[in-house]
């Protein structure tokens, strides 16, 4: 079993940042990639960013590229998604998660098994 705990969500004016933490522990983590995804309200979930288990391999939705970076700790057992420019469409619960049994990411949903609880991301216009 792998559990996943985000952190860092909160109330932002629009073009300002935040910075979500997820923590895992269980499962060695740090032999999967990471993933995150957001889900709005009457949404449905969808793929955000995603980050090889090296740290080394990256992918981003297209409507975050450039503004949002994920990285890994050097434990590799958590994984950062730093947000900065921040549009009040990209408002939505961010969840964390693992795929495992792979260790690059991928950008569908249904590759996912373990899946942090969210974090709210609110950004005001």
């Known amino acids: 079993q792998v559990q996943l705990v985000e952190s860092g969500g909160g109330l932002v004016q629009a073009g300002g940042s935040l910075r979500l933490s997820c923590a895992a522990s269980g499962r060695t983590v740090s032999i999967y990639a990471m993933g995150w995804f957001r889900q709005a309200p009457g949404k449905e979930r969808e793929f955000v960013a995603g980050?090889?288990?090296?740290?080394?391999?990256?992918a981003y939705a297209d409507s975050v590229k450039g503004r949002f970076t994920i990285s890994r700790g050097n434990a590799k057992n958590t994984v950062y998604l730093q947000m900065n420019s921040l549009k009040p469409e990209d408002t939505a619960v961010y969840y964390c998660a693992v795929p495992s049994g792979r260790n690059v990411p991928s950008r569908e949903l249904k590759e996912y098994d373990y899946w942090g609880r969210g974090t709210q991301v609110t950004v005001s216009s």
């Open positions: 980050i090889s288990r090296s740290g080394g391999l990256t």
